[in-house]
């Protein structure tokens, strides 16, 4: 099993949930993040002054699959959340040694459908 971790811009979201739902993912945690990289904040003016702000707002969307879908999930999240633009985010793939349905204490591949 192997947990993908996608930082996607926020309007992205629902094209990468329904690519996702497409090739059979049953489950997502999404959380709204901020963070800035290569795109360094961006500046803003409010009330006549101009503010700097350093941490824009992504979203953070999490899923462990079985290993046969993890190169299709990977194509469909990079096809869908890229727009070319700086700023469009990361994908972090990493081992998962174990997962556990606590309602049914199912294991292993058969706690993730």
Same mark, same amino acid.
């Given at each position: 099993? =192997?947990?993908?971790? *996608? %930082? $996607? +811009? !926020?309007?992205?979201? @629902?094209?990468?949930?329904? *690519?996702?739902?497409?090739? /059979? ?9 901020? /963070?800035?990289?290569?795109?360094? /904040? ?5 009330? &006549?002054?101009?503010?700097? %702000?350093?941490?824009? !707002? =992504? ?5 462990? %699959?079985? @290993?046969? =879908?993890?190169?299709? *999930?990977?194509?469909? %999240?990079?096809?869908? *959340? =890229? ?5 469009? /985010? +990361?994908?972090?793939?990493? @081992?998962?040694?174990? #997962?556990?349905? $606590?309602?049914?204490?199912?294991? &292993?591949? @058969? #706690?993730?459908?």
């Amino acid at each position: 099993m =192997k947990k993908l971790e *996608a %930082i $996607i +811009k !926020p309007f992205k979201l @629902d094209e990468v949930k329904n *690519a996702l739902v497409e090739i /059979g993912v049953s489950g997502m945690t999404v959380t709204e993040v901020k /963070g800035y990289g290569r795109q360094k /904040g961006q500046s803003e003016l409010y009330r &006549g002054r101009e503010y700097h %702000i350093d941490f824009l !707002p =992504k979203v953070k969307i999490e899923i462990v %699959i079985t @290993d046969d =879908k993890v190169e299709e *999930a990977v194509r469909k %999240i990079l096809m869908v *959340a =890229k727009t070319g633009q700086i700023g469009d /985010g +990361k994908l972090f793939i990493s @081992d998962v040694n174990d #997962a556990i349905r $606590i309602r049914t204490e199912e294991s &292993g591949d @058969d #706690a993730l459908n």
